[in-house]
C-alpha cells in the first residue's frame, strides 16, 4: 500500500523465533553440535523463505558434517 501511494516502503529483517522450552531445543542445548545446528536451522528457514545463507559453502559443510 505504501509503494501504491508513492510513499517509500521500509527495509524489514526477517526475524527467526525459537520456541527455547520446545524439548528438542533443550536436547540441542546439551549438544556439542549446538553452534552448527543452530546456523543450519537459521540458514535453512532463510531457504525455505527464498533467501540464501550468507555463506552457502559453510552451510553445505555443516550439513555434511553432520551426515557423516
Same mark, same amino acid.
Given at each position: ?8 516502503? @521500509?527495509?524489514?529483517? @526477517? /526475524?527467526?523465533? /525459537?520456541?527455547? +522450552? !520446545? =524439548?528438542l /531445543? ?6 556439542? !553440535?549446538?553452534?552448527?545446528? $543452530? !546456523? ?7 531457504? $525455505? +523463505?527464498?533467501?540464501? @545463507?550468507?555463506? =552457502? ?5 555443516? /550439513?555434511n558434517?553432520?551426515?557423516?
Amino acid at each position: 500500500m505504501l509503494k501504491q501511494a508513492g510513499q517509500k516502503v @521500509p527495509d524489514l529483517k @526477517p /526475524v527467526l523465533e /525459537v520456541n527455547a +522450552e !520446545h =524439548p528438542l /531445543v533443550k536436547k540441542l542445548e546439551t549438544s556439542e !553440535h549446538f553452534d552448527d545446528l $543452530a !546456523h543450519i536451522l537459521f540458514d535453512q528457514a532463510l531457504l $525455505a +523463505e527464498g533467501g540464501l @545463507p550468507e555463506d =552457502p559453502a559453510a552451510y553445505v559443510k555443516r /550439513v555434511n558434517a553432520l551426515l557423516m
